[in-house]
């Protein structure tokens, strides 16, 4: 039972440490969304011309001359039935280019604060050797302090974990 309680906090405290991950810089993240924006008037142009290739196939003379070649004695039903299904693939189309225009809408106004963001940082005062040295050092007593309360935080738990050893080992005794 203790065994496993010290095995539990070995492992809270070496999961515990933070890890950094790497950001992608400002430049990335806009170049990568006018990259999906190129993609989504692609995609758009291609919708809108198959949308015009539908539309034209449910004229009622290119239906008749699409079941030209087909013998039938029920020739209006065969009519009917090429209609919905184009007029069904023609919703579809419909829908994905609705799909398409939110998407590009978002990615438009994503690239807008992408920029507008980059445009702040840019205009931004670059720090004074002086302020650098006092970020700099803020930052190392930071790391430090962080560094003490977890070696402290650590050490009382492995405290902590002997003394209910000793206490769980004395009562099985």
Do not use: C
Not at 8 to 22: D, E, K, S
Not at 27 to 47: S, V
Not at 80 to 98: A, C, D, F, Y
Request: no cysteine; charged share 25%; aromatic share 6%.
């Amino acid at each position: 039972m203790y065994r496993r309680t010290i095995i539990l906090l070995l492992a809270i405290v070496a999961f515990a440490l933070p890890v950094a991950a790497q950001d992608a810089t400002k430049g990335d993240d806009i170049a990568r969304l006018k990259q999906q924006l190129i993609e989504l008037e692609n995609k758009a142009t291609q919708l809108r011309m198959r949308l015009e290739e539908l539309d034209e196939a449910l004229k009622p003379e290119n239906i008749e001359f699409a079941l030209a070649g087909i013998g039938s004695t029920r020739p209006e039903e065969l009519r009917e039935h090429r209609r919905r299904m184009l007029t069904v693939e023609r919703n579809g189309v419909e829908t994905q280019l609705k799909l398409n225009e939110e998407s590009r809408i978002r990615t438009e106004a994503a690239i807008a604060t992408a920029e507008s963001s980059a445009y702040l940082k840019y205009l931004q005062p670059a720090p004074t050797p002086s302020t650098q040295m006092v970020i700099s050092s803020n930052a190392e007593v930071n790391r430090s302090v962080l560094r003490t309360i977890f070696l402290t935080f650590s050490a009382l738990i492995f405290v902590l974990a002997g003394l209910v050893s000793i206490v769980g080992w004395r009562r099985i005794r």
